[in-house]
């Protein structure tokens, strides 16, 4: 499955933005879903991961209450809504998919080797 990222851009602190992710190609019903996020001059990072039928979500407790993760199989996007935007949240996000397992164990669900395909990742900055 190919992946496009797109929503990113410049917030002020508290605001709001929604990222969506668009999957080409057959079966991403069958994909697990998850949003990554990488700071300049730090390692990518777990935010948030939905299961294949959008029934099932974990999130990083520092967004926890403020982000929020969904998905439409039938226009096969996955959206990340984030609210309260602080000036720490500002990195390149980045939507995956994985397909093989489940996301039951943080190993399987934080893991970056875990999953199998990305996006190209999107710019969010927050301005104090």
């Known amino acids: 499955v190919q992946l496009q990222a797109s929503g990113g851009g410049l917030v002020q602190t508290g605001g709001s933005l929604r990222l969506s992710c668009a999957a080409s190609?057959?079966?991403?019903?069958?994909?697990?879903m998850g949003w990554f996020r990488q700071a300049p001059g730090k390692e990518r990072e777990f935010v948030t991961v939905?299961?294949?039928?959008?029934?099932?979500?974990f999130t990083k407790d520092s967004v926890k209450g403020r982000f929020t993760t969904a998905r439409d199989n039938a226009k096969n996007t996955v959206y990340l809504q984030m609210n309260s935007l602080k000036p720490e949240d500002t990195a390149v996000y980045y939507c995956?998919?994985?397909?093989?397992?489940?996301?039951?164990?943080?190993?399987?669900?934080?893991?970056?080797?875990?999953?199998?395909?990305w996006g190209q990742g999107t710019l969010v900055t927050v301005s104090s």
């Open positions: 995956a998919a994985k397909r093989e397992g489940n996301i039951l164990s943080k190993r399987n669900r934080e893991n970056v080797r875990e999953y199998e395909s």
């Open positions: 939905i299961s294949r039928s959008g029934g099932t979500t």
């Open positions: 190609g057959r079966d991403f019903n069958n994909y697990h």
